[in-house]
């Protein structure tokens, strides 16, 4: 139920289950001539859960009639104005982490899919939606070194079953400050207003561009510790300032914090290193050789989110299931269509129009494509859950029954029932089913029924993307012969870097990295010289020389041919090795 930052909350939705393959997956996506599901109106409904779980005044305009306005005196006990955001999930504790964690992600919707949201016209209701968010975070932060970052006690809270709008629950305020640090909190709330900064830029009349940024800039803390939000603000930082101190903080501190280290498959408000190699590879792919003095780190950034792609796609002995997951694939799969390229895993290489009908296949299942034949996101189709694990919505709205539903009274009467919900929770996606796709309409059941806002809030972007497109007829992307790579700066060679495997021996993590080189150059390489620095273990596929660091072909290869490629496999713990061309020569 969410009740305390220690305890993974039902975030991460279930999407398909673990035995299913991708070959069935893509085979059965392909079959299907356009889908029969409204992402325009999954979108809408996603943007109406938001409303419901706005915390504070609410505006006259509002599109949830049976909400009221909540909390009008959170943080007044001390002495702070903390009235506004959103209630994390079923509860009325508002969290700063997933919260923050929530407005990033529907922020980066807008920065990726901005032309798609206003020919839908949706951009307007999600920028409200960014803007509740931000407006508290500000807010929130009312000195230089201290943010409120927690209203509600999990524990009190979740002993009464009543409305937000009855609320008799403590509303302690709990803040961070250098005698209570949270670097984890801060930087997400860092990232989320630099993310709302960029999104609000070209819409800025009011300041919000500059007010977001500027706080932004005042909460991205100096600490070390929690270090995939660290790296996580500093990336955002940079993507709505292009200030290089950020690239070159991420760059500087991708081994020790992690960034470059970590083979990930989880992608969660509590765990952004995902998230993070995906928005650097962003950087690769729209600068290129102009990134020179970072393209070495934002490449091994690069090999992660691949990784972690892979893993999605199950292309890796890898899994991946989770809402956050169908938005990273939908971004990659348009980051490699504009750059004209494919995503390479260990088990074959999976073009951009196959990772977006993935991700179509995951929101399909949402939507009801399914064994059960339900749709996991309420008030969409005909047959969704009914039972949500939600105060508001379980209980009658206060405008149609005044009197004061109590704590206790709650519970008897509202959370044991087995009437379903008297207020349909619009857009709200619930906890999902099991791995067996077994899912139990149940108030009770908090892991199955329970929707968040850090589960929405990847989705929001996916919706928007898939509207403008909904038939599955994604153009095929055929790469031109000997293309050259974006990003390898004149090279002869386009090198891939993937991480296969992991685990852990003595104490270390260890890494089986596999690197193709392929020829770009458009004529056949006859002789090739390679650095290889950084290198520790074993390698294999390259031969080599007398001088240090220095490899050649293999003793069986000769000559690489144009558009052929050389496989190089080696395993260490720590850091990737650099890899450089040194001399070549060509037929």
């Known amino acids: 139920m969410a009740a305390t930052m220690n305890k993974t909350p039902a975030t991460t939705f279930l999407l398909i289950p673990a035995a299913a393959s991708l070959v069935l997956l893509l085979a059965a996506a392909a079959s299907v001539e356009a889908s029969a599901f409204d992402y325009a109106g999954a979108f809408d409904k996603c943007l109406l859960f938001f409303e419901a779980q706005r915390s504070g005044k609410l505006p006259a305009d509002r599109l949830v009639r049976?909400?009221?306005?909540?909390?009008?005196?959170?943080?007044?006990?001390?002495?702070?104005?903390?009235?506004?955001?959103?209630?994390?999930?079923?509860?009325?504790?508002?969290?700063?982490?997933?919260?923050?964690?929530?407005?990033?992600?529907?922020?980066?919707?807008v920065v990726e899919f901005e032309k798609e949201m206003v020919d839908g016209n949706k951009l307007h209701r999600v920028l409200d939606a960014i803007r509740w968010g931000t407006n508290y975070f500000v807010k929130a932060h009312t000195q230089h070194n201290a943010l409120w970052v927690q209203v509600g006690d999990g524990d009190s809270d979740h002993?009464?079953?009543?409305?937000?709008?009855?609320?008799?629950?403590?509303?302690t305020a709990f803040k961070i400050d250098i005698n209570n640090p949270g670097s984890e909190v801060a930087?997400?709330?860092?990232?989320?207003?630099?993310?709302?900064?960029?999104?609000?830029?070209?819409?800025?009349?009011?300041?919000?561009?500059?007010?977001?940024?500027?706080s932004a800039k005042k909460f991205y803390p100096s600490a070390s510790g929690?270090?995939?939000?660290?790296?996580?603000?500093?990336?955002?930082?940079?993507?709505?300032?292009?200030?290089?101190?950020?690239?070159?903080?991420?760059?500087?501190?991708?081994?020790?914090?992690?960034?470059?280290?970590?083979?990930?498959?989880?992608?969660?408000?509590?765990?952004?290193?995902?998230?993070?190699?995906?928005?650097?590879?962003?950087?690769?792919?729209?600068?290129g050789g102009s990134a020179a003095g970072y393209a070495d780190?934002?490449?091994?950034?690069?090999?992660?989110?691949?990784?972690?792609?892979?893993?999605?796609?199950?292309?890796?002995?890898?899994?991946?299931y989770v809402s956050s997951s169908a938005f990273l694939l939908t971004v990659y799969a348009d980051y490699l269509a504009e750059s004209r390229g494919t995503l390479r895993c260990p088990d074959g290489e999976v073009k951009p129009a196959e990772i977006l009908r993935f991700a179509r296949s995951q929101v399909d299942y949402v939507l009801g494509k399914n064994p059960k034949g339900m749709s996991y996101m309420v008030g969409y189709g005909s047959y969704y859950p009914t039972h949500v694990h939600h105060r508001g919505a379980s209980i009658p709205s206060i405008y149609a029954m005044n009197a004061t539903v109590g704590c206790m009274e709650g519970f008897d009467k509202y959370y044991n029932s087995k009437n379903a919900d008297p207020n349909v929770l619009h857009g709200a996606l619930v906890g999902g089913p099991d791995a067996n796709d077994a899912y139990d309409d149940d108030r009770c059941n908090y892991q199955h029924a329970e929707p968040t806002l850090a589960g929405n809030a990847p989705m929001s972007g996916v919706f928007a993307r898939l509207a403008a497109s909904p038939a599955d007829n994604t153009p095929e992307y055929t790469p031109a012969p000997n293309a050259p790579s974006p990003s390898n700066g004149g090279s002869p060679l386009e090198f891939v870097h993937t991480v296969t495997n992991t685990w852990k021996a003595n104490g270390v993590d260890y890494y089986r990295h596999v690197v193709t080189a392929k020829n770009t150059c458009g004529?056949?390489?006859?002789?090739?010289?390679?650095?290889?620095?950084?290198?520790?273990?074993?390698?294999?596929?390259?031969?080599?020389?007398?001088?240090?660091?220095?490899?050649?072909?293999?003793?069986?290869?000769t000559r690489l041919d144009a558009g052929a490629q050389l496989t190089i496999v080696y395993i260490q713990g720590g850091p990737a090795a650099k890899i450089a061309v040194v001399e070549y020569k060509t037929a």
């Open 66 to 109: 049976w909400r009221g306005d909540s909390a009008l005196t959170d943080g007044f006990s001390q002495g702070v104005d903390l009235v506004g955001g959103y209630y994390d999930s079923g509860d009325h504790v508002k969290f700063g982490l997933p919260m923050a964690y929530a407005v990033t992600m529907l922020s980066w919707g």
């Open 226 to 287: 929690y270090q995939d939000e660290l790296l996580w603000a500093a990336a955002w930082l940079y993507e709505a300032t292009g200030d290089e101190q950020y690239l070159r903080y991420v760059s500087q501190n991708a081994e020790a914090f992690g960034g470059t280290g970590w083979a990930v498959t989880e992608f969660s408000w509590d765990n952004k290193y995902a998230g993070l190699q995906v928005l650097l590879s962003k950087v690769l792919f729209e600068q």
């Open 159 to 171: 002993l009464c079953w009543e409305r937000a709008e009855d609320m008799s629950t403590p509303r």
């Open 187 to 214: 930087g997400e709330t860092a990232a989320a207003l630099a993310a709302a900064a960029k999104a609000f830029k070209p819409y800025d009349r009011m300041g919000k561009y500059d007010d977001s940024l500027q």
């Open 297 to 320: 780190t934002l490449k091994q950034y690069q090999a992660k989110a691949e990784f972690f792609l892979c893993a999605c796609l199950q292309k890796n002995n890898g899994h991946n």
């Open 523 to 557: 004529h056949a390489i006859t002789y090739l010289k390679l650095q290889i620095k950084e290198l520790s273990g074993e390698i294999y596929g390259v031969s080599r020389t007398n001088a240090k660091d220095m490899y050649e072909f293999p003793s069986w290869m």
